[in-house]
């Protein structure tokens, strides 16, 4: 018996397989093993719900309307910043997915540059590289933009290249058949097939850089994320409150367009 048949179920008896069973029952293990190294304390989380329910309440208050002005001004440079970021990755991910991709890539030097390129490309996350790039170009939405697009090429064109890889081969062999070229076949065979996994990919990054973008204000990188900030230093209730309802309209906007776009692609 296979590995992955022992981890079949319905078994033939009718039980969980005993694979299974061992599999979750080292997780669940690990998982008991780590939580006091990373102090995770169950009473302590319960103990502090009057705190934070506390604290929840304190920012159902009334809005301050004066700073709508200035919140549309900051929230649509956040909108712009991920929606440019987004737009350049895209741009570069495809490419570099094919590459990525074991079943396109026409090398496997260049399969393991690309794998290597997208690694490093995540390895840190964007706050980090917004103060390298604030430090390069100074403060504003360059840097944030910059920041935000470098780390998404790194998970767009890993995303990319999972779902190149997991295309339907006889389609692909069908176009080959009729002497179709090497850009033939990504154009015709392979990207018919990943389109609608591209599109939910893209505007899942996009509503990821969306938020991102709020935190880059930080460091300096532009966006609503500096007002957000300190809006709770300061304990402005009343901004945070407007900050973090826009947050959510634009993130639910977003979500909606990408069940249209991938329904109508599908």
């Known amino acids: 018996m296979t590995s992955s048949s022992s981890l079949c179920w319905p078994t033939p008896s009718g039980r969980p397989p005993t694979a299974a069973l061992a599999s979750i ?16 304390n169950i009473g302590r989380l319960f103990a502090s719900l009057p705190a934070m329910v506390e604290f929840l309440s304190r920012i159902v208050v009334m809005p301050e309307w004066d700073y709508l002005p200035e919140l549309a001004k900051k929230m649509l440079e956040t909108i712009e910043m991920a929606f440019i970021a987004t737009s350049i990755a895209l741009a570069l991910s495809v490419p570099i997915g094919f590459l990525a991709a074991g079943n396109t890539s026409p090398h496997p030097a260049l399969f393991h540059a690309a794998r290597a390129l997208l690694s490093g490309m995540r390895a840190l996350p964007e706050l980090v590289w917004a103060l390298v790039f604030v430090s390069a170009v100074g403060l504003g939405p360059l840097a944030g933009i910059m920041a935000l697009a470098l780390v998404t090429v790194g998970f767009m064109g890993k995303f990319f290249a999972e779902s190149i890889e997991v295309v339907d081969p006889r389609a692909v062999e069908g176009v080959s058949a009729h002497g179709a070229g090497w850009l033939q076949l990504r154009t015709f065979a392979h990207l018919p097939q990943v389109l609608p996994d591209f599109i939910g990919s893209t505007m899942y990054v996009l509503d990821h850089n969306l938020r991102a973008a709020t935190i880059l204000g930080l460091v300096g990188a532009g966006g609503i994320g500096y ?28 979500d909606r367009l990408s069940d249209r776009f991938r329904a109508k692609v599908i």
């Open 25 to 40: 029952a080292v997780v669940l293990a690990l998982l008991v093993w780590s939580a006091p190294h990373a102090e995770i």
């Open 227 to 254: 007002d957000m900030v300190m809006a709770m230093r300061l304990f402005q209730y009343d901004r945070l409150l407007l900050i973090a309802a826009s947050i959510y309209l634009v993130v639910t906007v977003l």
